[in-house]
Each structure stands twice: as C-alpha cells, then as structure tokens.
C-alpha cells in the first residue's frame, strides 16, 4: 500500500493549477544562464497540504529538473522554484503573493486552488503579472481580467462531455445526487454538474457539501439516500457508506485517487465512472514513465493534480520558447492565447472564448474510465479537445 493519507477523491482536480509572468522580476546570470525565479503559492500544509500541495510541489520540481535549461530567444535560462504555503485560503494567497512580489522579486508566480488565486488577483492586476488560477470554470474569466489564465483542465470543460456520454449510455440514470468540498472549490464543481445534468435533461435530487478533513459522513449520505439517486458524484467514501445502505446506481467522480480505493477496499469500487485526464498507465505512455519514475522517487501516488502540474510547466516554457521573450508580457499572452504546446496529455491551446469573451483556458481530451480491479481501468470513451470543448459551449453558453 502506497505511504499516503487518505484522499478525499472528489476534492481538486485539480484540481488545479495556475502560472503567471511578472514584468522584469530579479533575474540571476551564473555561467551564461539565467535563473528564472518562478513563486508556487501551494497549500502545504494540513490536509490540503497532504493531498495537494507536496505531491504537486514533488512533481513541479521533478519534471523541473527534466527539463533543465531551454533557450529563449537565443539565450539560455533554467528554473528556480520558490515554494510558499498558501494554506489553501484567501488570506495565504494574499500573504504569498505579496512575498513573492515584494520580497522574493519573482519573474513568473504560481497558485493553486481557487480560493486563494482569486484574492491574489488583484494583487497581480494592478502589478501587470500573469496569473494563473486552477479550478475555475469558464466564467471566471473574461476581458476585464486580461492577465488571468488557467493551464490545469477544469470542471467546465469535462463535465458536460461526460454528461454526453451518460446520457447515451445509461439512459436510465434520470436523477443525479452530488457531494463535494465546501468553498469555491466545491462550488466550481457543482456549477459544473448542475449545468451538465440539467442541459442534459435530468434532474439535481442532492446537492451536498462537506468541510475538509470530515470523517462522519453518514448524515450527509442519509440525506442523498432519501433523495433516491440513479447517479452519485462524489468520492468514494461516502459512496462505501451508500452501498452499504443499498445503493444500486452508478458513481463517478472528476478526481481519482487509487489511495481513496485502498482505503475503502478495490471491490467497493469496482464499476466506477471517471472522468477528466488522469495519469492512468494505459493511455498516455509519457504520462506512465513519468509515473513510474515520479512514484519511485517519492514513494508517494501521483495524482491527478500532480500531474497537471507538470503540465503547467511544459505550458509556460513552450509559451516563452514560441514567444521569444521572458519580459514581454503582451508577447507571451499573444503567443498563449494562438500557440499549441506540448502537455503529457497531448497537444494543448487555450480556448473557451465563446462563454468568456476572452479564452484563457486549457482545453485538454476528455477521457472517460471505469474500475474493473485493483489499479485496472478500462477506458469507454475518449473525446477529443475539440468535441470536449464544443460540448462545453453547448452546455453552458
């Protein structure tokens, strides 16, 4: 069993994940390479923290050390990563962006989870810094916040696609019970579910929500239970309590830990739904090295965050590499907003400017799995970025 705590399946995607360029920050220069001083506001501590945080922070500076220097118009550079807990809340963003800025003179800045990307916003507009910000959805974005972007997949885009699926595929699934996070988190996700579901003409019986590090969760299950679900989203702890009581129906979740299976047993979860990128070993063969030689380093699981992570930095050095610059702010959002970058999960652009106005954000394929065993997943379906985003402007424009 893998040395971890127990995750809460449906908490991040993530959850998520965020990248920024600041104009001119403190450059170093040792043997003709500059350091590019890149600020992570990451939670690292508490349960955020163990779920979150340091399995990001482990594959940030990993694939970091991969990619080592890259040339940016004609000049060599490398990464140097300051790491900031930012204790997944608005007064840790606002305490992390700040340092960042003020004292630690950062190029590029970093934050993840919504709550406290959001307060650090401001803060990055009035200096001109790019900023990106995980699990959004399409309409935290929009012309009025020119320098805020999103490299991680998002709720928004997948959803809908699943919903697509589901629709086809069961269509005995008419009423749809979810449970997730409390905060913006939380709510991010079930404005996706809800848009989704209801698009697709079923209907939200349960719409729950928990604080983080809750261990009962029989008072909420009772309460989904009475609503007589054909389809839960959540994690799988609740859903252990909900086949226990009798419940017959399909699960599904966004975000998939094989920890969060360990600890309610293989066989609960046999026949669960999954969807959004995840670094499963079968689909992507970049993504299964990178596992294998992420989760032998650390002796720790890769998770869904994580991963997106790595892709946050193979998006923002393809980013200044096509863009020619590592100062030019207007240049590095124009080659974002029309460049396609390399991502473990394949070629990615950032689109959505039909719901938003502006774009600025990852459009990414959206696989769908379901359990059959123990670390074994067959995959259904595989929409494309381009379906998966058309979908997304058909759910929710």
């Not at 594959?59 to 807990?85: C, H, M, N, P, S």
């Amino acid at each position: 069993m893998k040395r971890w705590l127990s995750l809460l399946a449906i908490v991040v995607l993530g959850l998520a994940l965020v990248i920024g360029a600041a104009c001119g920050g403190g450059k170093e220069k040792e043997e003709g390479v500059t350091e590019l001083k890149w600020g992570i506001g990451l939670p690292l501590s508490g349960l955020y923290g163990a779920i979150v945080g340091i399995p990001e922070k482990h594959a940030l500076e990993l694939v970091a050390e991969k990619i080592g220097e890259f040339t940016v118009g004609g000049e060599q550079y490398r990464w140097k990563l300051i790491f900031e807990d930012n204790r997944a809340s608005a007064e840790g963003g606002v305490a992390s962006a700040t340092k960042f800025i003020y004292e630690d003179d950062v190029d590029f800045m970093h934050q993840t989870l919504k709550d406290p990307g959001m307060a650090a916003l401001p803060i990055c507009q009035e200096k001109g810094m790019l900023l990106g910000i995980s699990t959004c959805n399409f309409d935290d974005f929009s012309p009025d916040t020119p320098y805020l972007f999103q490299t991680s997949a998002t709720w928004s885009l997948h959803a809908p696609a699943f919903f697509d699926w589901l629709t086809r595929e069961h269509p005995e699934v008419k009423r749809v019970a979810m449970c997730g996070p409390e905060g913006l988190l939380g709510e991010a996700i079930a404005d996706a579910v809800r848009a989704s579901a209801e698009h697709y003409g079923l209907e939200m019986v349960a719409e729950e929500s928990y604080p983080m590090g809750l261990v009962e969760f029989m008072p909420i299950v009772t309460k989904i239970m009475a609503r007589d679900p054909d389809l839960f989203v959540g994690e799988v702890a609740p859903y252990d309590l909900m086949k226990a009581m009798g419940y017959k129906g399909l699960a599904a979740t966004p975000y998939w830990t094989e920890s969060s299976a360990e600890q309610v047993g293989w066989d609960v979860c046999q026949g669960y739904l999954i969807f959004m990128p995840h670094p499963m070993r079968d689909v992507w063969p970049e993504v299964a090295t990178f596992r294998a030689e992420y989760e032998d380093r650390y002796d720790v699981e890769l998770t869904p965050s994580a991963i997106l992570a790595v892709n946050l930095i193979y998006v923002l050095t393809g980013a200044l590499e096509q863009a020619g610059t590592v100062d030019d702010v207007d240049k590095i959002i124009e080659t974002m907003e029309t460049g396609t970058f390399d991502t473990m999960f394949g070629p990615a652009r950032l689109g959505g400017e039909e719901l938003n106005g502006i774009g600025h954000v990852a459009i990414y394929p959206t696989p769908i799995y379901r359990v059959i065993g123990e670390e074994e997943y067959e995959l259904l379906a595989m929409y494309t970025p381009e379906e998966s985003e058309a979908l997304a402007v058909e759910v929710l424009k």
